[in-house]
């Protein structure tokens, strides 16, 4: 309800054209946008007309603009009176005496790359077009796009991140629904099933009363399968048809383009009259529109019911390439394509691998040492990190050629171990983020003489890759003053220093000769606000760093700029402050 209060504020006060909303999977996007809708139709006096378009049922092809199109088709429908030609639609958006919000929502749930763009184009010429003065757009999606409209000239717009639910919000949720669970009652694993809107009203209606169940959905995935067995009216923790809707999945995974299938593949999987196990079904699959060739194409309604029968699926047959001892298959079940690349599916596939390191490991021993199949070993890569928090110190990569695989990002070694990279190939690139001459993380490259070093810093130790030389050096037991969250250069004399901020507060130096880190230069008080510092940067023989002072429940996170001289490193000052929506 805050959020949708402050979404309202933002739209009814603010003279942008534009509004990017985004969020997780589950944090209630098409919600807002529907409670925002109703909420716009009742207040007549603000004069905003909304209209509601789901991006996914957009045909791109039939109209030059697929969202004047999508809409002009909408209006024809006779529930709603209209009846509109694309002329008069067009009119209608080009008015000086109407406002217009069009609510567009779900980019991310458009899988075929070419029709996004069109959308994304289409969207772009409606907000940049003067033609349109008094028609506004607001787009939903889980991914922040707005790089992509920036390339499409539209520049000027609103950013609104939807933010995790507090524990406050979800007890009283909890408590308004008549669940008998309370956020301190359940484990860590379902506190964090409960920080978005789908999560927690799941939780709630599969909980209700029963205190027996508190303790019963710790993964997204088991949440998700009870939620689906609830809606098919399943008695028990079998889904209704399981093994048809799984065969669905598989389908999806070996069409790696799109989430969709044919009426046509349905039939082939079920030996049966199709049309009355659709109809059962109706809750979970559904028809999405028919294509260009006039064939009928289905998805899941739910994109979450969908990523947990693909990734389920998934998870099975990469550990089928472990039990069976051959990955002369791993291309056919590993492609690069709108699963592999999918955040939140790759999470839920992870998920599932719980426990499964062994197994991963052994798949990525017996893969060809050479390039051939990089990006298999990425994702392989990935899904472990994804199971070890991001950590793949246990993680033997010895013999494989890593010179197309990206390391960056990932924790490369604990107080036990580090990844081991015996007579691995390498690039300047596996562990620097391409294209960066600073760092922009917690790993960076610099040179000494005719050498190149990469380093990556973690708590209380480093790792110095000397590219030149092909050799890894780990340093341990320094002193914690918190985990390092970023880095700069500073060179000055032919001498390289990397200045360090971490997630209390503090400023360290690293002397490149001598491979000594001298803690604390501003001589921050270990009392201090311990706010972690998120970026940090050199220029002009200054530090300049920011800090996140304050976040609000809704919408908007306070910043602060701060900068010191490096020869003078006490006296620090505040220089800016901002606010990002």
């Given at each position: 309800?805050?959020?949708?209060?402050?979404?309202f504020?933002?739209?009814?006060?603010?003279?942008?054209?534009?509004?990017?909303?985004?969020?997780?999977?589950?944090?209630?996007?098409?919600?807002?946008?529907?409670?925002l809708?109703?909420?716009?139709?009742?207040?007549?006096?603000?004069?905003?007309?909304p209209?509601y378009?789901?991006?996914n049922?957009?045909?791109?092809?039939?109209?030059?603009?697929?969202?004047?199109?999508?809409?002009?088709?909408?209006?024809?429908?006779?529930?709603?009176?209209?009846?509109?030609t694309?002329?008069?639609?067009?009119?209608?958006?080009?008015?000086?005496?109407?406002?217009?919000?069009l609510?567009?929502?779900?980019l991310n749930?458009?899988?075929?790359?070419?029709?996004?763009?069109?959308?994304?184009?289409?969207?772009?010429?409606?907000?940049?077009?003067?033609?349109y003065?008094?028609?506004?757009?607001?787009?939903?999606?889980?991914?922040?796009?707005?790089?992509?409209?920036?390339?499409?000239?539209?520049?000027?717009?609103?950013?609104?991140?939807?933010?995790?639910?507090?524990w406050?919000?979800?007890d009283n949720?909890?408590?308004k629904?008549?669940?008998?669970?309370?956020y301190?009652?359940?484990?860590?694993?379902?506190?964090?099933?409960?920080?978005?809107?789908?999560?927690?009203s799941?939780?709630?209606?599969?909980?209700?009363?029963?205190?027996?169940?508190?303790n019963?959905?710790?993964?997204?995935?088991g949440?998700?399968?009870?939620?689906?067995?609830?809606l098919?009216?399943?008695?028990?923790?079998?889904?209704?048809?399981?093994?048809f809707?799984?065969?669905?999945?598989?389908?999806?995974?070996?069409?790696?383009?799109?989430?969709?299938?044919?009426?046509?593949?349905?039939t082939?999987?079920?030996?049966?009259?199709?049309?009355?196990?659709?109809?059962?079904?109706?809750?979970?699959?559904?028809l999405?529109?028919?294509?260009?060739e006039?064939?009928?194409?289905?998805?899941?309604?739910?994109?979450?019911?969908?990523?947990?029968?693909?990734?389920?699926r998934?998870?099975?047959?990469i550990?089928?390439?472990?039990l069976?001892?051959?990955?002369?298959?791993?291309?056919?079940?590993?492609?690069?394509?709108?699963?592999?690349?999918?955040?939140?599916?790759?999470?839920?596939?992870?998920d599932?691998?719980?426990?499964?390191?062994?197994?991963?490991?052994?798949?990525?021993?017996?893969?060809?040492?050479?390039?051939?199949?990089?990006?298999?070993?990425?994702?392989?890569?990935?899904?472990?990190?994804?199971?070890?928090?991001?950590?793949?110190?246990?993680?033997?990569?010895?013999?494989?050629?890593?010179?197309?695989?990206?390391?960056?990002?990932?924790?490369?070694?604990?107080?036990?171990?580090?990844?081991?990279?015996n007579g691995?190939?390498?690039?300047?690139?596996?562990?620097?983020?391409?294209?960066?001459?600073?760092?922009?993380?917690?790993?960076?490259?610099?040179?000494?003489?005719?050498?190149?070093?990469?380093?990556?810093?973690?708590?209380?130790?480093y790792?110095k890759?000397?590219?030149?030389?092909?050799?890894?050096?780990?340093?341990?037991?320094?002193?914690?003053?918190?985990?390092?969250?970023?880095?700069?250069?500073?060179?000055?004399?032919?001498h390289?220093?990397?200045?360090?901020?971490?997630?209390?507060?503090?400023?360290?130096?690293?002397?490149?000769?001598?491979?000594?880190?001298?803690?604390?230069?501003?001589?921050?008080?270990?009392?201090?606000?311990?706010?972690?510092?998120?970026?940090?940067?050199?220029w002009?023989?200054?530090?300049f760093?920011?800090?996140?002072?304050?976040?609000?429940e809704?919408?908007?996170?306070?910043?602060?700029?701060?900068?010191?001289?490096?020869?003078?490193?006490?006296?620090?000052?505040?220089?800016?402050?901002?606010?990002?929506?």
């Amino acid at each position: 309800d805050e959020e949708l209060v402050c979404l309202f504020y933002e739209v009814i006060n603010r003279k942008d054209k534009s509004f990017f909303l985004f969020g997780k999977g589950g944090t209630g996007k098409t919600h807002i946008f529907m409670e925002l809708f109703n909420k716009l139709i009742k207040c007549e006096r603000l004069g905003i007309v909304p209209f509601y378009i789901p991006l996914n049922s957009v045909q791109p092809d039939k109209y030059s603009n697929c969202i004047i199109g999508e809409l002009t088709e909408r209006l024809k429908n006779p529930s709603t009176m209209a009846n509109l030609t694309e002329n008069e639609v067009i009119s209608l958006l080009q008015s000086e005496n109407v406002n217009i919000l069009l609510l567009a929502d779900g980019l991310n749930e458009v899988t075929n790359k070419d029709k996004r763009v069109k959308i994304a184009r289409a969207l772009s010429d409606i907000v940049v077009s003067e033609t349109y003065r008094n028609t506004r757009v607001m787009l939903s999606s889980r991914e922040n796009h707005s790089f992509w409209f920036q390339g499409l000239g539209l520049t000027s717009y609103t950013q609104l991140e939807i933010q995790k639910l507090s524990w406050e919000t979800i007890d009283n949720y909890l408590e308004k629904a008549g669940c008998v669970a309370r956020y301190n009652d359940v484990p860590a694993t379902t506190k964090k099933l409960l920080k978005t809107a789908m999560g927690l009203s799941m939780y709630s209606e599969l909980v209700g009363n029963d205190k027996g169940k508190i303790n019963t959905f710790q993964t997204l995935g088991g949440l998700l399968k009870a939620y689906m067995c609830l809606l098919l009216n399943s008695q028990n923790t079998t889904i209704p048809y399981e093994e048809f809707l799984y065969s669905v999945a598989e389908k999806m995974i070996d069409n790696k383009n799109s989430f969709t299938i044919y009426k046509s593949s349905l039939t082939q999987l079920w030996n049966g009259d199709i049309d009355s196990i659709l109809d059962q079904l109706s809750s979970v699959l559904c028809l999405q529109g028919i294509n260009s060739e006039g064939i009928d194409e289905y998805t899941f309604l739910h994109q979450n019911f969908r990523d947990m029968l693909i990734s389920k699926r998934l998870a099975e047959r990469i550990l089928n390439l472990s039990l069976n001892g051959n990955v002369n298959g791993i291309n056919q079940i590993i492609k690069n394509g709108y699963i592999t690349t999918n955040r939140e599916l790759m999470n839920l596939t992870a998920d599932y691998l719980q426990g499964k390191n062994s197994e991963i490991q052994n798949i990525i021993r017996m893969m060809p040492k050479d390039n051939s199949r990089s990006y298999q070993l990425s994702v392989l890569i990935n899904l472990y990190a994804r199971i070890n928090q991001n950590s793949i110190a246990n993680l033997d990569l010895s013999g494989h050629d890593l010179s197309n695989i990206r390391l960056s990002g990932y924790k490369l070694f604990d107080n036990e171990c580090h990844v081991k990279l015996n007579g691995c190939t390498l690039d300047i690139d596996t562990f620097s983020m391409p294209g960066l001459t600073q760092a922009s993380s917690t790993i960076t490259k610099y040179k000494i003489g005719d050498e190149l070093f990469l380093i990556a810093f973690s708590i209380t130790s480093y790792l110095k890759y000397n590219a030149s030389k092909n050799k890894v050096q780990v340093n341990k037991n320094l002193k914690s003053f918190g985990r390092i969250n970023c880095c700069c250069n500073v060179t000055k004399d032919k001498h390289i220093d990397i200045i360090l901020g971490t997630d209390k507060g503090f400023i360290h130096k690293f002397d490149t000769c001598s491979d000594s880190i001298c803690y604390n230069i501003t001589n921050t008080s270990a009392s201090s606000d311990e706010k972690a510092i998120d970026s940090i940067a050199f220029w002009n023989s200054k530090i300049f760093f920011t800090k996140k002072e304050k976040q609000e429940e809704g919408l908007s996170v306070e910043y602060k700029v701060f900068s010191f001289d490096l020869s003078k490193p006490s006296e620090i000052e505040v220089i800016h402050e901002y606010k990002s929506y």
